[in-house]
């Protein structure tokens, strides 16, 4: 009935547009088609329709499949505990993830369209264009350590950005993961700090004071300044 009016239009002078309908196979199975018909003039009368019609079963299982797939990825994406973007490369959020928007206290809806320090503020903002444009030009994924603010206080995330590329295969936008590792990177620091300090008296052990003394001695060979090194046993200390 649908095909029926599209064609009484066309015949009525009604301009041609590529329709899609269900059609129907000799076993009674339905398929999708596109059409596209125009009109048959004689001595200034339309007479008749000729076009084409196109199975586009094909393409139709090929969007499906997209979207399943990104249905799966959205899926796994809100179940993560990661912080999930998509921005382009102009650094302008066009996906986050609802564990995202819940780390930074607000909806999805508030992120997207805004700039990617909204959702994770690293210490410049420069440093953010800089390793989307890198993803871009290598066309490979990137890792780096960065802290940003988080409310009232100082976080350390991990973060992974990840070239997502358009039918043509040119990088558009970039996926990006973080995940927060304040907790880890306070580790990291507590066992440097043990591995350099004695843990009795607080001074620094050979490891800290070796490591002291290679800065000072590069520091004063860059400013051609001399170097006094004072060396004293004391009694009693432990």
């Known amino acids: 009935e649908r095909a029926a009016r599209a064609?009484?239009?066309?015949?009525?002078?009604?301009?041609?547009?590529?329709?899609?309908?269900?059609?129907?196979?000799?076993?009674?199975?339905?398929?999708?088609?596109?059409?596209?018909?125009?009109?048959?003039?004689?001595?200034?009368?339309?007479?008749?329709?000729?076009?084409f019609l196109l199975d586009i079963t094909p393409r139709r299982v090929a969007e499906e499949a997209v979207r399943v797939s990104?249905?799966?990825?959205?899926?796994?994406?809100?179940?993560?505990?990661?912080?999930?973007?998509?921005?382009?490369?102009?650094?302008?959020?066009?996906y986050v993830n609802s564990?995202?928007?819940?780390?930074?206290?607000?909806?999805?809806?508030?992120?997207?369209?805004?700039?990617?320090?909204?959702?994770?503020?690293?210490?410049?903002?420069?440093?953010?264009?800089?390793?989307?444009?890198?993803v871009a030009e290598s066309n490979s994924p990137t890792y780096f350590e960065h802290s940003g603010a988080i409310g009232t206080q100082v976080a350390w995330l991990h973060t992974c950005l990840a070239p997502l590329r358009d039918d043509q295969g040119r990088v558009t936008s970039g996926l990006g993961v973080s995940r927060d590792v304040t907790e880890l990177a306070k580790l990291r620091d507590e066992l440097r700090a043990l591995s350099l300090v004695d843990e009795l008296t607080g001074l620094h052990n050979r490891r800290g004071f070796l490591g002291l003394a290679q800065q000072q001695f590069a520091l004063a060979e860059r400013n051609r300044e001399e170097v006094t090194i004072l060396l004293a046993d004391v009694d009693g200390l432990k």
């Not at 301009?15 to 129907?24: G, V």
């Not at 088609?33 to 001595?43: G, H, L, P």
């Not at 921005?87 to 959020?93: C, E, F, I, K, Q």
């Not at 995202?100 to 440093?127: E, F, M, N």
């Open 7 to 51: 064609m009484a239009g066309i015949l009525a002078g009604q301009p041609s547009q590529l329709t899609e309908f269900m059609a129907l196979r000799k076993d009674g199975e339905r398929f999708p088609v596109m059409i596209s018909a125009v009109t048959v003039m004689r001595d200034g009368l339309a007479v008749g329709l000729k076009g």
């Open 70 to 94: 990104e249905e799966r990825y959205r899926t796994l994406a809100e179940a993560a505990h990661d912080v999930i973007f998509i921005t382009a490369l102009d650094g302008v959020l066009q």
């Open 99 to 134: 564990y995202a928007a819940r780390y930074r206290q607000c909806t999805p809806a508030h992120l997207v369209g805004k700039p990617l320090a909204a959702l994770i503020p690293w210490d410049t903002s420069d440093r953010q264009i800089e390793e989307i444009r890198k």
